[in-house]
């Protein structure tokens, strides 16, 4: 299995920055989660009334290198920060994908009695879709650590989370690619979205030598504080700054929706 599949984990920190526990597959939680999708790990975290944690992998499994692309499901995870006690279930992700590995959670908040609203993502039907759901933990069925709900085994023997559209946010104008945080305002009835701006810079690369230069295409030496571009290994002189009007600049947004009933 690839190392860079186990970098998932999450921390217990004091006042002062210090770690006092660590958690990661294998390490308190499921060691199946070692199975995410590169770049698909907990994208989102919250509290629920009982102080239970709550989190997410953010896409379907990877199990054995096999179901990234077909398993109906990713896994929503409740840890008791006090027994240590972690439960898992199924969230079953939407049919309008391409194949299931284009769906992305991008954040959860709990509303109470083991209900919360997620945030799912992705190209449906030939569109992006940004939609928030309410789902309800109560009548699901808890998940063993293994892959049998990755390879569809469990398809007809377990009842998932239950999900209710609350709103599709590209109904009232949200145009950005990406929505990743997510909380619900003390009257109950209004929701905060945040976009992630995927730190809203690009680089711009200026080397007399190479006409549209990449940074991608350099090596950089952090002995010599050098720079080689590709092959060549004779060294370019490069300035490096950020591009202005890029498309990948994004300004941070916050949108608020009120709904007309209390969550």
């Given at each position: 299995?690839?190392?860079?599949?186990?970098?998932?984990?999450?921390?217990?920190?004091?006042?002062?920055?210090?770690?006092?526990?660590?958690?990661?597959?294998?390490?308190g939680l499921p060691q199946i989660i070692a199975d995410r999708v590169p770049n698909r790990g907990f994208e989102g975290i919250t509290i629920d009334d009982d102080g239970n944690i709550v989190t997410f992998v953010q896409s379907p499994l990877d199990v054995d290198g096999k179901t990234e692309k077909t398993a109906k499901y990713t896994?929503?995870?409740?840890?008791?920060?006090?027994?240590?006690?972690?439960?898992?279930?199924?969230?079953?992700?939407?049919?309008?994908?391409?194949?299931?590995?284009?769906?992305?959670?991008?954040?959860?908040?709990?509303?109470?009695?083991?209900?919360?609203?997620?945030?799912?993502?992705?190209?449906?039907?030939?569109?992006?879709?940004?939609?928030?759901?309410?789902?309800?933990?109560?009548?699901?069925?808890?998940?063993?650590?293994?892959?049998?709900?990755?390879?569809?085994?469990?398809?007809?023997?377990?009842?998932?989370?239950?999900?209710?559209?609350?709103?599709?946010?590209?109904?009232?104008?949200?145009?950005?690619?990406?929505?990743?945080?997510?909380?619900?305002?003390?009257?109950?009835?209004?929701?905060?979205?945040?976009?992630?701006?995927?730190?809203?810079?690009?680089?711009?690369?200026?080397?007399?030598?190479?006409?549209?230069?990449?940074?991608?295409?350099?090596?950089?030496?952090?002995?010599?504080?050098?720079?080689?571009?590709?092959?060549?290994?004779?060294?370019?002189?490069?300035?490096?700054?950020?591009?202005?009007?890029?498309?990948?600049?994004?300004?941070?947004?916050?949108?608020?929706?009120?709904?007309?009933?209390?969550?």
């Amino acid at each position: 299995m690839p190392e860079i599949r186990t970098a998932i984990s999450g921390l217990k920190v004091d006042a002062n920055g210090n770690i006092l526990e660590k958690y990661g597959p294998g390490m308190g939680l499921p060691q199946i989660i070692a199975d995410r999708v590169p770049n698909r790990g907990f994208e989102g975290i919250t509290i629920d009334d009982d102080g239970n944690i709550v989190t997410f992998v953010q896409s379907p499994l990877d199990v054995d290198g096999k179901t990234e692309k077909t398993a109906k499901y990713t896994r929503i995870i409740k840890l008791n920060p006090n027994t240590k006690a972690v439960t898992m279930y199924a969230y079953p992700v939407d049919t309008g994908y391409k194949n299931f590995s284009a769906a992305k959670l991008g954040d959860i908040t709990s509303i109470g009695n083991n209900q919360f609203l997620v945030i799912e993502q992705g190209k449906q039907n030939g569109a992006m879709q940004n939609l928030i759901y309410k789902i309800d933990l109560n009548n699901a069925t808890p998940i063993s650590n293994n892959g049998d709900l990755e390879f569809g085994k469990l398809d007809n023997s377990i009842t998932p989370v239950k999900k209710e559209l609350v709103l599709n946010l590209r109904d009232y104008g949200w145009n950005i690619e990406k929505a990743e945080g997510l909380t619900v305002l003390p009257d109950r009835q209004t929701i905060a979205v945040v976009n992630d701006n995927d730190f809203g810079i690009a680089v711009k690369v200026d080397d007399p030598q190479v006409k549209d230069a990449q940074i991608e295409d350099y090596t950089y030496n952090a002995d010599t504080h050098q720079f080689t571009y590709k092959d060549d290994t004779a060294v370019h002189k490069v300035n490096i700054g950020l591009k202005q009007n890029s498309p990948t600049e994004r300004e941070n947004q916050i949108w608020f929706f009120k709904l007309n009933h209390k969550l």
